[in-house]
């Protein structure tokens, strides 16, 4: 009998990872102290599948928001313009529309003040008058000959009214400059390129629709965020996943599936000497996945925290574009910039970028050559995973389903319901973590 093992994220909580719902709480935490505007963000997106869960009569306050929930959700924020149902669409959650705008720099708000204020001067100075009214200063040295004449002429008696006629003077000189000034202000301002220049650019930017971009760039920080949550350096973490190996005591070849991005088995096989392969490297080489003989063949069906998605290079042998992935050093993950190459289930479209339909391929063959499949953790929330299940378990009645999970009857899923109704020979459910209910396999089914 060929034994495989399917493992979802609650097969990693013994080992410090969050499962799907605690990975929101520690994401929007890890949020809140990093970047505040996009800890709103994913509140508000938060808030709105709690809603959802409201409204489909489920306690929202007791099943929490799953971390692929989210992903999916904001994904779908990103690209809502895009989408078959957009045109039918009248108008989006205001929120949403007041979130995704972009604003200019505050740099390009310094170079729009800076060119009116240049402007501005530049139109004063030109309009100062170039000559003097045209009763110039002739009025005035008049005045003050006359002024000083009178002096002259009565020394032991001088008085403001000597000087009347030179203030006037003076008076009606400022008054015709201003007046000159003031013409010259009135008439169509000359152009300044700079300023025109500077304008167009900040109203070109300012309250403009985002277009998706916020919630794009959200998704990226978060997914980078993932590094500082499902890293495990500590192989004693992962003692309890032990019993996975007992196994190949049976077979030469155990194929576990994981749908987790975190380097638990990886960790467990290099503790215990174990050869284990994720057939990432050939496939990065040939474009197909190596069949092995012996140890484990993990296939990380949603990608993992230490790949890197790269373009290949074109050469003869292969002269069209291609992906590659590279396994990255844990010094790198840690990275500031460093982006894995992930995806999400739930509602997410499968994408041809990467290995990940090639790694799907792979799983359903080595399924539907196994007789026996232990399932830990995992709460069916993946529709091409749950086909692939169904089918395999309509294929023969031979075929045998242990699920181990604490969690299972608290699960609000169509196909766990199903699952439910299978009889127990062929279908058991372990309500226990992960460490005791392998612990617990032996005794479940005759090999």
Not at 50 to 78: H, M
Not at 150 to 177: C, D, H, L, T
Not at 207 to 222: D, R, T
Not at 401 to 427: A, C, E
Request: glycine share 6%.
């Amino acid at each position: 009998m060929k034994e495989m093992f399917l493992l979802g994220a609650g097969a990693s909580v013994e080992a410090g990872i969050p499962d799907s719902y605690d990975m929101t709480k520690r994401i929007l935490k890890e949020f809140e102290t990093r970047s505040k505007r996009h800890a709103k963000i994913i509140s508000f997106v938060v808030g709105g599948l709690l809603f959802q869960n409201g409204i489909r009569g489920s306690n929202p306050l007791e099943i929490g928001v799953n971390v692929e929930e989210l992903f999916n959700a904001i994904d779908l924020l990103a690209n809502r313009h895009t989408l078959e149902a957009a045109p039918f669409v009248g108008s989006w959650h205001l929120m949403i529309d007041k979130i995704d705008k972009i604003d200019p720099p505050r740099s390009d708000i310094q170079g729009v003040y800076r060119a009116i204020y240049q402007s501005v001067t530049k139109e004063i100075l030109h309009a100062l008058p170039n000559h003097a009214p045209h009763f110039g200063g002739h009025d005035i040295d008049n005045a003050l000959v006359h002024a000083i004449s009178q002096a002259k002429n009565s020394p032991n008696y001088i008085s403001s009214s000597m000087f009347s006629e030179v203030s006037r003077a003076i008076g009606k000189y400022v008054i015709e400059i201003t007046n000159e000034w003031l013409r010259n202000l009135d008439r169509f301002p000359t152009s300044s390129m700079a300023f025109e220049r500077e304008f167009e650019n900040a109203t070109n930017r300012i309250s403009k629709p985002g277009e998706g971009k916020i919630f794009n760039a959200l998704a990226e920080h978060m997914i980078r965020s993932l590094a500082n949550i499902v890293w495990i350096d500590n192989p004693s973490k992962v003692s309890y996943l032990q019993p996975l190996l007992n196994s190949l005591k049976n077979q030469n070849k155990l194929t576990i599936a994981t749908l987790n991005y975190d380097n638990s088995l990886e960790l467990l096989a290099e503790e215990n000497h174990v050869h284990c392969s994720t057939g990432i490297e050939r496939w990065s080489s040939s474009g197909k996945f190596e069949e092995i003989n012996d140890g484990i063949l993990l296939l990380k069906l949603h990608g993992s925290i230490d790949w890197a998605l790269k373009s290949g290079k074109c050469d003869e042998s292969r002269p069209l574009p291609y992906n590659v992935i590279e396994r990255v050093p844990a010094e790198q993950i840690k990275k500031t910039g460093f982006r894995p190459a992930v995806i999400f289930g739930h509602r997410n479209k499968l994408t041809a970028e990467g290995p990940f339909l090639d790694l799907l391929r792979v799983f359903q063959h080595e399924l539907n050559i196994a007789n026996k499949l232990t399932v830990i953790g995992y709460s069916f929330g993946d529709e091409h995973i749950n086909v692939y299940l169904s089918n395999w378990i309509n294929q023969d009645k031979d075929h045998k389903l242990k699920i181990i999970n604490p969690k299972f009857q608290n699960i609000p899923n169509d196909f766990t319901i199903h699952l439910k109704g299978v009889s127990k020979d062929r279908v058991e459910i372990i309500e226990e973590d992960a460490s005791k209910g392998l612990q617990k396999l032996s005794t479940l089914f005759d090999k």
